[in-house]
C-alpha cells in the first residue's frame, strides 16, 4: 500500500511493504494455569538474584564477549554513524558493544577508569545530538541487546532495550497474542522509547508504553564510582521502587542504564502471559485522507483545523466509542503540496468502518473542499510493521512538540497557516497526534510522564539536506513555535490550553532565553511538578552524575 510515515516530510508517498525480520527473539517458558504468583522480592539483592539467565549471560548458549572498537576499527564509522539526525555525528574514543548487563557493567567501569564521559545509544533515534555530544569520549551501544522473552517468575514480559519496536511486536503478538502501546515506526529501539513514556496508535485505547512498566534492570554508578546492577520494580514494597517510577517517562541519559525492561499491565492477574499485556487488535482499517495546497483557502484550512480540535474536544474520555481510533494530521508546508491525515482503528471493532467514515466526515465538514481518500483493511501485524521510515536522504532535522489540552485558538491557526502556506522551500510539518482516552485515566504522578489532561500531541519539525541549508530550516522551525505559541513566551507553557512538551521530543532552545521568554523552566516544560522528585532519584541513583546531556535531570542543589 502507499504509505505516509509519521516523519511525512517527504511530501510523497513512498511504496513500503514486507515483513520485519526478528532475530534473538526466545521463548523462555510459560508458567501453567495452576502456578501461583510470585511475592515480589523483598530486597534490592533478592531482586537482583531473581534476573532470569538471560540477562546474565544469555539463554541459548554462549554469550558473545565484550566488544570495544576505537577509531582504528573499520567497524567504527558504522558505530558512530548510527544517530538519526545526521547534523550530528560523533567521535568517541572507544564504542562498546554489548550483549549482557554483565557487559555493560564492565564497559562503563572501563570507561570511569579512562576517565571518559559516557553515552548510550540503542536504536539511534535521538532527535538532538546527546550521544554525538564532543564531550562525550565512550558510547556504549545496546543494539545487540534484542531478545524478548516471557519472564514466568515475574509474570512479565522481559525486552532488551536494543530490539526494536517491530522486533517486540512481531514477538509478543505471535508468540503470545499481546501487544504494548508503543510508537508507529518499527525501527525506532526499545530503549530510549519506553524511557520517555512512549505512546503511539494503541495509547488511546491502551495508555502510554510507560503505563504497561512493570519492572527496570538498571546499571548504574554509585557513590564510590563503581557501577553495579539493581532491578526495580513497581511493588509498593521494592525499596527500589521509585528508580522504577523514574523510568516511566523520565527520558534517558538521566539515571544509570536499563539492560532490561519486564511489561505487565496494571492489575492483570493469573499466569496466563495472553492475558498479562493488551490484546492485539484483530485487524487495522485504514483511511489516508490527502488535500492538496493548490485547493486549500485560508478558510477552508482554518475550517479543517478548527474541525481536528473540536471532534478531539467532544472525543478524548476514557470512555469515547473512538478509544481504538488513532490518527496523525501531517500539515505540511506548501512545498510538499499536501496536507495528510492517516487515521486508523481497529477493524474487530463493531461499526469500525462507520466510526472512521465519520470522523473523516467532521474533520471536512463545512470546507468546500473534497479531499482525496484512499481507505484499507490489513491484518494488524502486517500494517504495522509496514510503516517503516526511510529518510531518503532527508537526515538533517529539528524537531519541537507540544501537548494541547483545548483546541487551537484563532490566532494560533492563522500562525500555522501564514508558516504553513506561505510560498517556501523549506519543508516543514507540524504533526498533530490524537491523545487523550486511557492516557488521561492516569494520576500525573503515578508515572514520570505526567501529561495526563491533553487531547493532541505535537510535532513540529523541519528536515533537509544539505548543510548550507541549515540556517534557513533552523529559523523556520524555531520562528513557527515561537509565534504559534507566542502568548505563553513562545513554548507552551502547562497552563490552560497547553502541558508543556515530550521530552522524547527534546530540545535544547527551551533551555535558551532566547527561544523560551516564559521564565518557565525546560523542566517544568518536560515534567511539570514531577521534576523535584525525579531530582531525588538521580541524587541516590547517581550520585556522581556519570549520567548527563544538555537536558539531563540535574542533581538537586
Not at 381 to 399: E, H
Not at 417 to 431: N, T
Amino acid at each position: 500500500m502507499n504509505e505516509f510515515t509519521r516523519r511525512g516530510f517527504l511530501g510523497t508517498a513512498a511504496a513500503v511493504g514486507g515483513a520485519t525480520v526478528v532475530g534473538g527473539a526466545t521463548v523462555v517458558g510459560t508458567a501453567g494455569p495452576s502456578a501461583a504468583a510470585p511475592a515480589a522480592p523483598a530486597t534490592a539483592e533478592a531482586a537482583e538474584a531473581a534476573v532470569p539467565a538471560a540477562a546474565k549471560g544469555g539463554a541459548c548458549g554462549a554469550p558473545t564477549g565484550l566488544v570495544q572498537v576505537d577509531r582504528t576499527d573499520r567497524r567504527y564509522r558504522d558505530l558512530v554513524s548510527r544517530g538519526f539526525n545526521g547534523r550530528f555525528r560523533g567521535n568517541p574514543d572507544t564504542v562498546y558493544v554489548v550483549h549482557t548487563a554483565d557487559q555493560v557493567v564492565d564497559a562503563v567501569n572501563q570507561a570511569l577508569d579512562a576517565g571518559r564521559r559516557i553515552a548510550v545509544r540503542s536504536g539511534g533515534h535521538c532527535f538532538e545530538g546527546f550521544v554525538d555530544d564532543p564531550a562525550v569520549r565512550a558510547v556504549i551501544d545496546m543494539s545487540e541487546m534484542r531478545q524478548i522473552s516471557y519472564d514466568p517468575a515475574k509474570r512479565a514480559f522481559a525486552v532488551e532495550p536494543g530490539a526494536t519496536l517491530g522486533e517486540t511486536y512481531r514477538s509478543l503478538y505471535l508468540n503470545w497474542g499481546v501487544t504494548i502501546p508503543a510508537g508507529v515506526c518499527p525501527q525506532v529501539g526499545v530503549g530510549g522509547h519506553v524511557l520517555g513514556g512512549g505512546y503511539g496508535p494503541l495509547s488511546r485505547r491502551d495508555g502510554v508504553v510507560a503505563d504497561h512498566l512493570y519492572a527496570v534492570e538498571v546499571v548504574v554508578v554509585d557513590a564510590s564510582g563503581r557501577a553495579r546492577k539493581v532491578v526495580a520494580t513497581s511493588a509498593a514494597n521494592d525499596p527500589n521502587r521509585e528508580l522504577w517510577w523514574a523510568h516511566t517517562g523520565g527520558g534517558g541519559g538521566n539515571f544509570g542504564i536499563v539492560t532490561r525492561y519486564w511489561f505487565r499491565t496494571p492489575g492483570a492477574t493469573g499466569t496466563d502471559p495472553s492475558a498479562l499485556l493488551p490484546k492485539a487488535p484483530e485487524s487495522t482499517l485504514r483511511h489516508l485522507v490527502t488535500w492538496d495546497w493548490s485547493a486549500l483557502t485560508e478558510k477552508a484550512f482554518t475550517r479543517i483545523i478548527d474541525n481536528h480540535g473540536a471532534w478531539h474536544q467532544r472525543n478524548s474520555v476514557a470512555d469515547t466509542p473512538y478509544a481504538s481510533l488513532h490518527s496523525v494530521f501531517y500539515l505540511n508546508s506548501r512545498a510538499a503540496g499536501q496536507i495528510l491525515l492517516d487515521v486508523q482503528i481497529d477493524g474487530g471493532l463493531a461499526g469500525a468502518e462507520g466510526l472512521l467514515t465519520d470522523f473523516v466526515a467532521a474533520i471536512n465538514e463545512g470546507t468546500g473542499v473534497e479531499p482525496a481518500v484512499q481507505r484499507s483493511t490489513e491484518p494488524w501485524l502486517r500494517a504495522t510493521l509496514a510503516n517503516k521510515f526511510d529518510t531518503g536522504g532527508f537526515d538533517r532535522t529539528k524537531s519541537k512538540g507540544a501537548y494541547l489540552r483545548k483546541p487551537w485558538t484563532a490566532a494560533q491557526v492563522a500562525t500555522l497557516y501564514r508558516y504553513l502556506g506561505a510560498d517556501s522551500q523549506v519543508w516543514g510539518e507540524v504533526s498533530l497526534y490524537s491523545y487523550g482516552a486511557k492516557v488521561n485515566s492516569v494520576p500525573e504522578t503515578a508515572t514520570a510522564t505526567a501529561q495526563r489532561d491533553s487531547i493532541i500531541k505535537v510535532w513540529m519539525s523541519a528536515t533537509w539536506m544539505d548543510p548550507a541549508q541549515d540556517d534557513a530550516n533552523l529559523v523556520w522551525i524555531r520562528e513557527i513555535y515561537r509565534d504559534v505559541f507566542a502568548t505563553t513566551g513562545g513554548v507552551p507553557v502547562p497552563g490552560d490550553r497547553t502541558e508543556g512538551t515530550f521530552i522524547n521530543y527534546p530540545d535544547i532552545d527551551l533551555t535558551d532565553p532566547r527561544w523560551n521568554t516564559s521564565g518557565v523552566p525546560w523542566h517544568t516544560l518536560y515534567y511539570k511538578g514531577n521534576y523535584a522528585r525525579l531530582q531525588k532519584v538521580k541524587a541516590r541513583w547517581d550520585p556522581k552524575n556519570v549520567f548527563r546531556h544538555a537536558l539531563s535531570v540535574r542533581l538537586p542543589d
